[in-house]
């Protein structure tokens, strides 16, 4: 039984805390190759991008024992060791060993049978799905180590998110004003999503590798709103029923499609609608200037290049899996979060020695989306059987 409340939770440097509205971003800068169609066999699970190399100090420091206590000793002099410090770095390790690597280890999953594209905003949201159960769990753990665990997971989170949004909207090229290495991911890499013109040297203006600070705010506005408004929705779904959390799920990761209704036919005088866009609480989107591209149907008309919108009439049949694409979601959800409640609350707090803030995380790690023991997967075998 999950204990504390929901906790009050700082942003990050770049998330202000002005409202924005849902929608999709790093679009116009990101245009990712169309990708092929996918095969009638499924795509095999991706390994993670191994983790970027250790430093010459912490080589240093771990061949020598004796550099290493006095290492230790200082950094506690310093207050390193304090149990809120130790909870930060603990978080870090969770958030780059189990959240990151969730997207690339079930793509075939989110861009096959969610019809998710390589995008960032793609993995933004599968990202984010995973830092909401993680941070479920850790509000239960006793306070106040529950409100610094889940502090201290949403500012990595941010951090990274700020980190991959400055690569994306500006890529790194060999004629860039900032050095590759200073522009690395603050985690790992993914391959889940390509940078459009990355390393690109033969355009006119060759990347600097440095993006406008008002135009990293922005997107990181707009990340801040969706992170807020999928946590509650997917907080109401978890109290309420498996109907709304399905709702949540469609909402949030299948891109609200069909919410205008399908389209079975081509109507060159009603064009199938394209997105879903919403203008509640809109500081991003300023409504006066949708209303002069032509209002609210020609902006969901748009295309925004994120790859998310209706299906055509020649794709409708996508939606029939859709209700049981949501079902294995909502098992997943209910399920990792069943499995995490069973963990104690030691495996989470750890050690609180410093350099134990990576052990003992693999048993926190998230199963697959899909499994052949599930209840979708049951109702799926019974089906043919009651046909015949």
Same mark, same amino acid.
Request: charged content about 25%; some cysteine; overall charge positive.
């Given at each position: ?5 929901? &906790?009050?939770?700082?942003? $990050?440097? @770049?998330?202000? =805390?002005? *409202? %924005? ?7 116009? #800068?990101?245009? &990712?190759?169309?990708?092929? $169609?996918? @095969?009638?066999? =499924?795509? *095999? %699970? ?7 190399? #250790? ?8 061949? @020598? ?324």
């Amino acid at each position: 039984m999950l204990r504390s409340p929901h &906790p009050r939770l700082r942003l $990050p440097r @770049s998330a202000l =805390p002005t *409202p %924005a509205p849902y929608v999709r971003s790093l679009t116009s #800068q990101q245009q &990712p190759p169309p990708s092929p $169609p996918p @095969s009638s066999s =499924p795509e *095999p %699970a991706r390994e993670p991008p191994p983790p970027p190399p #250790q430093t010459w100090l912490t080589k240093a420091i771990k061949q @020598s024992p004796a550099a290493k206590e006095v290492f230790l000793t200082l950094a506690g002099l310093l207050g390193y060791g304090s149990a809120k410090q130790y909870a930060g770095r603990r978080a870090f390790n969770m958030y780059s060993h189990i959240c990151i690597s969730r997207p690339d280890e079930e793509a075939a999953f989110w861009k096959q049978d969610c019809h998710l594209p390589p995008t960032f905003q793609s993995w933004f949201t599968v990202t984010n799905l995973h830092v909401w159960l993680l941070t479920v769990r850790l509000r239960a753990l006793p306070p106040p180590q529950g409100q610094n665990f889940v502090q201290a997971l949403i500012d990595h989170f941010f951090l990274d998110v700020e980190d991959r949004v400055r690569a994306v909207l500006q890529p790194v090229g060999e004629k860039s004003l900032a050095p590759a290495q200073n522009l690395a991911p603050y985690t790992r890499r993914t391959d889940f999503y390509t940078i459009a013109n990355g390393g690109n040297t033969r355009s006119s203006r060759a990347p600097r590798g440095r993006a406008p600070e008002s135009l990293v705010t922005r997107q990181m506005k707009i990340f801040k709103e969706q992170w807020a408004g999928m946590g509650m929705s997917f907080d109401l779904g978890l109290v309420r029923s498996d109907a709304e959390l399905a709702a949540a799920v469609w909402r949030n990761l299948l891109g609200a499609r069909g919410a205008r209704g399908i389209a079975y036919e081509n109507d060159p005088s009603r064009p199938y609608f394209r997105r879903t866009v919403n203008l509640f609480g809109s500081q991003v989107e300023k409504l006066s200037k949708i209303q002069k591209r032509g209002g609210i149907e020609a902006e969901e008309r748009r295309d925004d290049g994120s790859g998310v919108h209706d299906f055509p009439p020649s794709e409708v049949d996508k939606y029939v899996a859709y209700p049981e694409t949501m079902a294995t979601i909502v098992e997943y959800v209910r399920r990792e979060l069943v499995r995490l409640q069973d963990i104690p609350d030691a495996v989470f707090l750890g050690e609180g020695v410093i350099g134990t803030e990576n052990h003992g995380l693999e048993v926190l790690r998230f199963g697959p989306v899909k499994r052949p023991d599930s209840l979708t997967a049951s109702f799926a075998r019974e089906e043919p059987e009651q046909g015949s």
